[in-house]
């Protein structure tokens, strides 16, 4: 690479002539918009980060604008494309269960990955990134209603901080858990514990990649994960933080057909997984997926009955290819490259931008009810919140 695309920043680069035919931005949430606008008006296709934007009108100026340069967005809602997923989408939409009446869905974030990454992490605070039911929870918003096929009619939403603030600390703690904290002993989200010594994600236990990759030193190691602890974000007692998103909520959607679905987000779990239970006219489907254990993930499908039936689907049986996302990434780049190629524009499950703002008009919608003490919003009248539609000059 010469010297000449090498750039100081997104907005030299961008600046710069048009250097290809395609931007991926994966920046953070809230400079989505302000990168991908000017990126479209040069005449790059993009693949975006989840999610699109905090807020609805920074959504709806990128679609404004994608549609007037006429340009192709995809989303990174990697998860439409994994193994599991794909099959979920062929049972239901075979009419096996009959018609969805109710899904009950659970995303458990886990309780290292939710202090690492909304405690002490970049997404802590919703004022300089997104809502957690947006930033996290973007991709069940999406899944869900693509696989039932189905609208929000109206959707309230319940939750908050639980635990981690100044008021719920322990006696004893001290601001970092390096300078000598007389709670340490005892609290499981001591960073020490969490990045030197854990058994799965320390570094003494030859851990260098996630939550340690990107903040550990090739040429100082020791070092730097020292360093971080003493001095850097991931150091900081979690009852210390600036944070605050919430660490549990739950969503109720009522649908256009009168059909339910029902959320719960929850940084207070053992395992990262999803679960889910589909309830038909003539039979129940529920999914389980831990990204961890492949083994440990399945379908099964109850058919009810005099002589009620059931089966499952093993994870391992439908791919070879795991990596990334249960799969979804490889899988992902191959049909945005179908698509900006011109193949298979309207195939079903790509997560072009106009298929992927339905899920984050409902998490925001969630947010706002949230904040608003559970109150009930209407959907129609959430979307229909537009400013004028933006015109290319």
Excluded at 24 to 52: M, R, W
Aim: with cysteine; hydrophobic share 35%.
């Amino acid at each position: 690479m010469s010297e000449q695309q090498c750039f100081f920043d997104c907005e030299e680069l961008l600046k710069a002539p048009k250097l290809a035919d395609v931007l991926v931005i994966a920046t953070l949430d809230k400079d989505h918009v302000s990168h991908g606008v000017p990126a479209l008006e040069k005449g790059y296709d993009l693949l975006l980060e989840k999610p699109i934007a905090p807020s609805k009108e920074a959504c709806d100026r990128l679609l404004d604008t994608a549609r007037a340069y006429n340009r192709i967005v995809m989303v990174c809602h990697v998860l439409r494309y994994t193994p599991v997923y794909r099959k979920a989408r062929e049972i239901l939409r075979s009419g096996e269960i009959g018609k969805i009446v109710a899904i009950t869905a659970t995303e458990n974030i886990g309780w290292f990955h939710y202090t690492h990454s909304f405690v002490r992490g970049t997404w802590a605070r919703e004022e300089e990134t997104s809502p957690i039911i947006l930033q996290k929870c973007c991709h069940d918003m999406d899944l869900y209603l693509w696989l039932a096929d189905k609208r929000c009619k109206k959707i309230s939403s319940f939750g908050g901080l639980y635990l981690f603030s100044r008021e719920q600390a322990p006696r004893g703690a001290a601001k970092r858990c390096l300078q000598g904290c007389a709670a340490k002993e005892d609290c499981i989200f001591d960073a020490e514990k969490i990045y030197l010594r854990h058994r799965l994600m320390g570094y003494g236990n030859k851990n260098r990649r996630w939550p340690l990759d990107g903040a550990v030193s090739p040429e100082d190691p020791k070092g730097s994960i020292r360093r971080l602890l003493e001095e850097g974000r991931y150091g900081r007692c979690v009852y210390a933080c600036d944070n605050t998103v919430p660490d549990h909520q739950v969503v109720q959607m009522e649908m256009e057909d009168g059909s339910t679905f029902n959320f719960t987000m929850c940084g207070h779990t053992s395992d990262i997984s999803r679960a889910a239970k589909f309830m038909g006219t003539k039979g129940e489907m529920i999914l389980r997926l831990n990204p961890d254990d492949v083994e440990a993930c399945e379908i099964t499908v109850r058919i009810f009955g005099l002589e009620e039936r059931s089966y499952s689907v093993r994870i391992r049986e439908l791919a070879r290819d795991f990596s990334g996302h249960s799969g979804g990434e490889s899988r992902m780049l191959q049909e945005f490259f179908d698509v900006i190629s011109g193949k298979d524009r309207e195939k079903d499950g790509t997560t072009l931008l106009e298929q992927s703002m339905e899920s984050h008009y409902c998490a925001l919608a969630a947010e706002e009810s949230r904040k608003r003490g559970g109150a009930v919003i209407g959907m129609e009248e959430f979307r229909s919140r537009r400013r004028e539609p933006f015109q290319a000059v």
